[in-house]
């Protein structure tokens, strides 16, 4: 098991085991640079993805240069399509249609947001669902939540991987999931009900969510609120995956500084969690991970090939 765990003297509050993200990351890239190596040995075929850029958001560019760079590191073609701001809806469709056919790309990725002129759910709508490894398009969205194979949202499947890696089986647990977004609410609830177990799904409008979460087995939490849920209300050895990443001030650091911090309150939530994930080196590395797994995936799919082994949900 990739976490790493923390000891405890008798008698002192429990403190968690921090599940390193990055250690189980790091070794999700090396199995999918592993079966990519093999699949160009055995078959010729290197898996490709393309990548579309509209406009010149700064994270965005952050992003995606570390996704062009891990996936040549796993062996992969990386296509990137950088556009300018002003490019219409009509166009990127256009080029969204030309990468489905290319049969060298097997996975089309378009980062967003995307400018304001552009629908995104019209985009997101004319990829190809077997290359679409962000796994938003509708056909994903109804495959995912019936029970059959998709393609999955990223950052869900690398909270799955995450549980999967910490407790082999999530049969029977209670886990609650705190958000009800498209991209990492929804579909983490339909892959928690799809590894069997009961799942709570809290939002906005929910009238006691530290009643609930003190109930859980697992906590899944998604808002975009720092420090929403407090050690008081997890389950004593209950799992907390924070999926939140804020940025507040850090006068701490000086004048103007900023740190990044989780939906969680870590300091009181990892004394009476069993497992918790830090913010930033938890959820956050096994994003570009399972872009990669998906890729992987997608590629074989598409070419009638065997799944990879421990990659997909």
């Known amino acids: 098991m990739a976490a790493k765990i923390i000891e405890t003297k008798a008698g002192e509050p429990m403190t968690a085991k921090i599940i390193d993200g990055k250690a189980i990351a790091a070794e999700m890239r090396a199995e999918v640079a592993k079966q ?24 965005s560019e952050v992003y995606v240069r570390s996704k062009n760079r891990m996936t040549v590191e796993a062996g992969m073609k990386s296509v990137e399509h950088r556009l300018d701001e002003s490019t219409t809806e009509e166009e990127l469709l256009a080029l969204i249609a030309k990468l489905n056919a290319d049969p060298e790309i097997h996975g089309i990725l378009v980062q967003l947001p995307l400018p304001k002129h552009i629908d995104e759910g019209s985009v997101i709508n004319a990829l190809d669902p077997s290359k679409d490894v962000d796994g938003f398009h509708i056909s994903n969205v109804g495959r995912l939540n019936t029970g059959l194979k998709s393609m999955v949202p990223c950052t869900p499947l690398g909270c ?32 928690l009900l799809n ?4 799942v709570t799904v809290a939002h906005a409008r929910t009238k006691d969510v530290a009643d609930l979460c003190r109930r859980s087995d697992i906590v899944v939490v998604a808002v975009g609120r720092p420090g929403l849920v407090k050690g008081e209300w997890i389950k004593p050895g209950a799992t907390v995956i924070d999926v939140g990443i804020n940025r507040v001030p850090a006068p701490d650091l000086g004048e103007g500084k900023t740190r990044i911090v989780g939906d969680c309150e870590f300091e009181s939530c990892s004394k009476v969690a ?13 994003t570009i991970a399972c872009l990669l797994a998906n890729t992987l995936t997608a590629c074989c799919r598409i070419n009638g090939l065997p799944e990879p082994e421990g990659l997909t949900a």
């Open 274 to 286: 069993g497992a918790i994930t830090p913010v930033p080196g938890g959820v956050g590395p096994m």
């Open 195 to 198: 590894d069997s177990a009961t």
């Open 160 to 191: 799955l991987m995450m549980l999967r890696d910490l407790h082999g089986s999530l049969a029977g647990m209670d886990a609650l999931v705190i958000g009800r977004s498209n991209i990492v609410g929804k579909p983490m609830a339909a892959l």
């Open 36 to 59: 990519v190596a093999k699949l160009k040995a055995d078959h010729g075929i290197t898996p490709g993805l393309a990548v579309i850029l509209v406009g010149e958001d700064p994270a």
